[in-house]
């Protein structure tokens, strides 16, 4: 079992809509989890942050986790052209390693 | 501002050379990290260094190897380039363990 799954897509969204990326971990003690965007040829930046359970926003985007099921996702409300991109899910995990999962590709049509 | 410089940017080496990639961060953090981005793979895991004269392996560490003499630099050589370590090369950096990491540009390798 891969430490970080994610769904590879591409997950296609028209315009406007909300996208929704998501992740399970097997690390049961894992503390702290990521999203980042990469975009072709670029290194990841980061979107979110989150370390509790449940919502955290800022602006468009919204990271929800849930430790019990082992699930961290992210929403994209009002999906722009813009945001066609790959998402990382990076996870913190009991040994300190910082692991990603292979990425969801986005594309978000006009 | 504070940065990570990744040289070269890109490099094309021989099967069997040495070749070493550098990582050099401003951030004055502890933690560093390597790894290699592959289609279908994501990014996985090379080395990690908690500190100075800390390293330690991660998941694809065959063939690699690091050194951290300084809190600036983890420079990765590749004792004896093979053509299945051709991929795009990330260094990432953060404060502690549990917040997030910044990536420097990559490096992309190509072993022929």
């Known amino acids: 079992q891969k430490e970080v799954e994610q769904n590879s897509g591409p997950l296609s969204v028209p315009e406007g809509a909300i996208a929704s990326l998501n992740c399970t971990y097997s690390d049961r003690v894992s503390q702290s989890f990521f999203w980042y965007r990469q975009y072709s040829g670029k290194s990841p930046e980061l979107i979110m942050s989150?370390?509790?359970?449940g919502d955290k926003e800022d602006g468009r985007f919204t990271a929800q986790l849930n430790k019990a099921s082992q699930y961290v996702s992210l929403l994209i409300r009002d999906s722009q052209p813009s945001d066609s991109a790959t998402y990382l899910c990076a996870v913190n995990t009991g040994f300190q390693k910082l692991v990603f999962g292979t990425g969801t590709r986005l594309l978000v049509s006009p | 501002d504070a940065e990570i410089t990744q040289s070269p940017r890109h490099k094309i080496t021989e099967t069997g050379r040495q070749v070493t990639l550098a990582c050099h961060q401003t951030w004055n953090h502890n933690n560093m990290f390597w790894y290699r981005q592959d289609l279908g793979h994501g990014l996985r895991l090379i080395h990690y260094?908690?500190?100075?004269?800390?390293?330690n392996k991660g998941e694809v560490s065959d063939g690699y190897s690091v050194s951290r003499s300084n809190t600036e630099d983890l420079p990765l050589t590749l004792e004896s380039a093979a053509s299945s370590q051709t991929s795009v090369y990330f260094c990432?950096?953060?404060?502690?363990?549990?917040?997030?990491?910044?990536f420097g540009q990559g490096t992309r390798l190509t072993v022929v």
């Open positions: 990432a950096t953060r404060d502690s363990p549990n917040t997030e990491a910044f």
């Open positions: 260094s908690y500190g100075v004269h800390d390293t």
């Open positions: 989150i370390y509790s359970n």
